[in-house]
């Protein structure tokens, strides 16, 4: 039974050249039915280094499997016997439709998974008719990613460099195009990844040649990697990180200059004032910090824990997203995202009060394993999901989802009521 509709390499944007329409033939059902197919190509073709990065979390894990685990906990309330002609995917979400309630997360070192990076990923959404999000830490120039995509494209924004850098960037991104702009706030310093400081990722990164040298021989048993690498010109600069100065940051040094670039309310206040389209807030994972994020001036909240990288032992995201719907109290829209493989976990959330949701691993799987196929793949498989879920739940459109449609563990309930008859906490 084929479960995705198989890709084709007719489909508007995507390039039929033979190349691509291989690598979709090794994409296509029965070898990738769902995301965790993309992840075991992904794991295949990149040297371990490289996945770990994209597959790893903070600490023990704990929050990168509960993110996951927490949509098992919210149970599906179908309507039967519903017999549906069409099934409308297509949501609004800050004043752009997308046509299917899932937006591409910011995925800084994107470049390193594929050369094609940010631009096949940014590609894919504008294909998709849904929206991409850049992340600072990007190999590639934001204008050329925004060429990259017919659909909308926004700009995740880090302080790196201080705010003169990030002015440039921000002004670079308006003339070029971007339509929101994302502030993530929960990067006080990078979080304590530990497959990264195994694998030696920093030394891999860096420029002494004999720090290396212990963590080389796994990267040399993934050859097909290594060789578009080193076409690629090999550790790519942060285009749009540009220090005055110094030009274009260097890649190795993200984790230091992201301690030293703490985003505060202040920030917020300032940001808000320099960018006049939406602003969205990524990284809020309580009530009390969703109204901070509101006074500030967001127009958007994405309730995230950074996909269980930085803070481990935070909340699962879907389990604080009832408190921060609540406490948003529809002054803002609200997103989130954390462990989204599958179309039912898209459909929970959006029954539980997110107008749609990010995913990020789910494409990075499908990039690293293939590049834009991969990406493509990748979204096939969850549109598909969520269609067919939508027609299983009795549901004609996205906007026919409530929260009348799940169960919810009523102790995530209890925890957003309890909290918003608190006295309001001084900040
Ligand atoms: C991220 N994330 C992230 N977020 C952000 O605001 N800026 C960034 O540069 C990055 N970089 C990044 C790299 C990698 C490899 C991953 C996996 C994640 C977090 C990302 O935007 C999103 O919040 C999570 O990925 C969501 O969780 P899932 O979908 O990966 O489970």
Known sequence: MRVARPLR???????????????????????????????????????????????????????????????????????????????????????????????????????????????????????????????????????KAKAASTGPVWYQLYMIGGRAVAEA?????????????????????????ERDVRNGVKELLGSSLLAKIPFVPDVLLHPRWLAAFLLDGGVPRLENVVLSGAGPMVMANVAAALASAVVTWEDLRWLRKLWSGPLLVKGVLTGEDARRAIDGGADGIVVSNHGGRQLDTVSATLRAL???????????EVLMDGGVRRGADIVKAVCMGAKAVLVGRAYAYGLGAAGHPGVVRALNILRDDVERVLRLMGCASVADLNPSLVDVPEAWRANSRARQSEPARKQ
Not at 63 to 89: H, I, M, S, W, Y
Not at 102 to 123: N, T, V
Not at 172 to 185: D, K, P, Q, W
Not at 322 to 332: G, L, R
């Open 9 to 143: 390499a007719s489909r508007p944007g995507v390039a039929n050249t033979q190349e691509t329409r291989r690598a979709m033939a090794r994409l296509d059902s029965p070898r990738v039915v769902n995301i965790e197919d993309l992840r075991r190509l992904a794991r295949k073709r990149l040297p371990r280094a490289v996945f770990d990065y994209v597959d790893g979390g903070a600490g023990d894990e704990v929050t990168l499997r509960e993110n996951c685990r927490a949509f098992q906990e919210v149970v599906l309330r179908p309507r039967q016997a519903v017999g549906l002609e069409k099934c409308d995917l297509r949501t609004r979400v800050l004043g752009h439709e997308i046509s299917f309630p899932a937006i591409l997360a910011p995925i800084g070192y994107s470049r390193l998974l594929h050369p094609d990076g940010e631009l096949a990923a940014a590609r894919a959404a504008g294909e998709f008719g849904t929206a991409f999000i850049l992340s600072t830490i990007s190999g590639h120039k934001l204008e």
């Open 169 to 193: 960037a921000i002004e670079r991104a308006r003339v070029a195009g971007y339509s929101a702009l994302v502030i993530t706030i929960d990067t006080a310093v990078a979080g304590a990844r």
């Open 322 to 332: 009832p408190e921060v719907v609540a406490a948003v109290n529809a002054q803002a």
